[in-house]
């Protein structure tokens, strides 16, 4: 059994990270923290989250002396924290035996100066960056099963990733016309603090972060082509829509791309590939990318629709898919019953 501790355990995230844990056939929950000064702390999980109710896990406030222990007392830290905390706190996390997998954004950028300009603090962890492997799952293995430090992509890059890098891999993309991906989340994306913006009675549909979203870059640095990237607060729950426009290079067929993603996703468990377009109720609570795809090829234009749950294939199941990687479990276990 391989033991484990979450920071950020109060948060939707750290929730789920929490039940995933629990249900896994190899994993411990070793501790759930919090930040030093957070309401939640000393309370049991279950009184915040009560489909937790069974879970026996307080809310430890951290400390500087509890990262230092962690970093030998556990196998696995998840950290469901903002950036910031991340950041400072990576170099101490990782400097033990424990393994760090990051759910913030703080090292998922390579260019320090694109961090900054997006994130709105100066990036200072240069080592910690160095040794940071992104968690795509289904296509970063190889450096997954090797790394010490995993930063876990953000839900709208996994989605849109997800849907265009067999396109990009394979050269089909046409290099003079930018992917545009619309994507819609639920209010969970916002976090679990309290909001006008997300509360019940003024969440509607509307576009935010347009042409600005801290997103953009990192679908761009992992796609390897410029995007237009537009997110959605959708008055849902959970769960991601990206519905994305391309043009294709010349002559590309129908079959030419159902073959492309066939052959991306042949033996990837976790990415269905689905015969007609996907809707949120069909991948909402479990850990699936949900992919359907159309050509129109008169005007060498596709479509593709990518579904995810935002707080599952997006951030907690997307970290498990990872750890299995690094024990060397199959990239389903815990996660598909």
Known sequence: MYKVAIIGASGYTGAQLVQLVQQHPSLTLAGTYVSENSADAGKNIGALHGNLAHVDATLTPISNEILVALTSQVDFIFL?????????????LSSGRAKVLDLSGAFRLKDTAVFEQFYGFAHTQKDSLDVSVYG???WHEDKIANASVIAVPGCYPTASLTALKPLAANGLLDANVRP?????SGVSGAGRKASLTTSFFEV?????????????????????????????????????????TVKLAPNVSQSQLDAVYQDAYNGKPIVRLRDSFPKIDDVAHTPFVDLHWKLDEVSGYAVITAAIDNVMKGAASQA??????????????????
Request: glycine letters at 8%; one cysteine or more.
């Open 80 to 92: 469901a924290t903002p950036h910031e905390a991340s950041h400072d706190w990576m170099p101490t």
């Open 204 to 244: 509607s549909l509307h576009a935010y972060g347009v042409l600005g979203h801290r997103h953009t870059p990192e679908i761009e640095a992992y796609l390897g082509t410029p995007v237009i990237f537009t997110p959605h607060l959708g008055n849902f729950k959970r769960g991601i829509l990206a519905t994305i």
């Open 320 to 337: 498990i898919q990872c750890l299995n990687i690094m024990t060397k479990q199959p990239v389903e276990t815990g996660l598909v019953l």
């Open 180 to 184: 545009v991906i619309n994507a819609v």
């Open 136 to 138: 795509l799952a289904e």
